[in-house]
């Protein structure tokens, strides 16, 4: 099972999605994770799952790969369908004893069941289409209004780059150590619940203090190479929109639209279409603007050159 585990791994492959500006996958994830909680009808539940397959085959991640990081997930899945589906409301289709299955818990258990995938499924595409690198810049860049509150955006962005970065590394840690263990007599997979619990002791201490040891020397090397957080630092590369991250705004725009045509009123509807309708072209303006600047500023070069 641990070998399985696939979410916080960088996939490194050549695709659109891959292209798109840190700060536009961010968002991109955030409004799909909002969106999920705000359907409410079949139709809209459609149109996610289409736009998540269509998001999958433009990552261009294989469908294997994404499937394997579904299966640590599958018992939680289990249970809340399983939760779900004996909801007492409804027209009865199954009735047994004290087992009372109705049209509404059975419809309930399929979307509770295909809403915890696609959110899965949505912040494991960015993990596996952004490096922690660019995750890192993107939420500072994005939190940077917080800096006048005195708040340490970077170092909190650091913190979850690092925590990301350190989860495969933690995987395979954890792989082996139980190979040793099991080299050794241990089993981890069968037993009573208890017996698997008290087998999981000699795994645990040695990861604790392994994690530990590389959060150390992790320190000791930052330290050493006089990082002091993120005030007076630059970037070797700054964050720029380009046309192909516009396009996705306005992508997410429609979709945020279509979900809300699914969902809400036509009043509601109207407001929220002009919401995004003015954040679209205010960030067609914020690109325009930059691509004046940097079009100057390599023309003030080239004449000093």
């Known amino acids: 099972m641990i070998r399985k585990i696939t979410f916080g791994q960088y996939y490194s492959v050549d695709s659109p999605i891959h292209r798109l500006d840190a700060r536009v996958k961010l968002v991109v994830t955030f409004v799909y994770m909002i969106t999920l909680f705000m359907i409410n009808h ?25 499937v394997r ?7 939680i899945l289990l249970f809340s369908v399983v939760f779900n589906l004996f909801i007492k409301d409804g027209t009865p289709l199954i ?3 004290i087992i009372r299955i109705t049209d509404a818990g059975l419809y309930k258990a399929f979307t509770m069941g295909l809403r915890l995938v696609l959110l899965i499924l949505g912040t494991s595409i960015m993990t596996y289409t952004t490096t922690p690198n660019e995750l890192t810049d993107a939420l500072e860049k994005s939190l940077g209004f917080l800096n006048k509150i005195h708040m340490p ?5 650091m913190i ?3 925590a990301l970065r350190f989860i495969p590394v933690l995987v395979e840690e954890t792989d082996k150590i139980m190979k040793a263990q099991m080299a050794r007599g241990a089993n981890f997979e069968e037993g009573s619940l208890i017996e698997r619990a008290k087998n999981m002791v000699p795994l645990l201490v040695p ?3 392994s994690a530990f040891r590389r959060a150390d020397e992790l320190a000791m090397a930052m ?3 006089c990082y002091h957080g993120g005030e007076g630092r630059t970037k070797m590369k700054p964050l720029r929109y380009r046309f192909s ?10 979709y945020i639209v279509g979900i809300l045509v699914t969902t809400l009123s036509m009043y509601v509807l109207a407001v929220g279409a002009g919401i995004v309708v003015i954040y679209c072209v205010v960030q067609t303006i914020v690109w325009l603007t930059r691509r004046k600047e940097v079009s100057y500023e390599t023309y003030q070069i080239g004449r000093s050159v």
Not at 245 to 254: E, H, M, N, R, S
């Open 95 to 97: 009735e047994f004893w």
């Open 245 to 254: 991250d516009i396009v996705a705004y306005y992508l997410v725009g429609i």
């Open 42 to 66: 079949w139709a809209g539940y459609v149109l996610a799952t289409l736009v998540m397959g269509a998001y999958i085959k433009a990552s261009r991640v294989p469908f294997k790969f994404i």
């Open 160 to 162: 979850m780059a690092i």
């Open 223 to 225: 330290e050493a190479r």
């Open 207 to 209: 990861l604790f203090l």
């Open 153 to 157: 955006v970077h170092e909190v962005a």
């Open 69 to 75: 990081g579904l299966k640590p997930i599958i018992v």
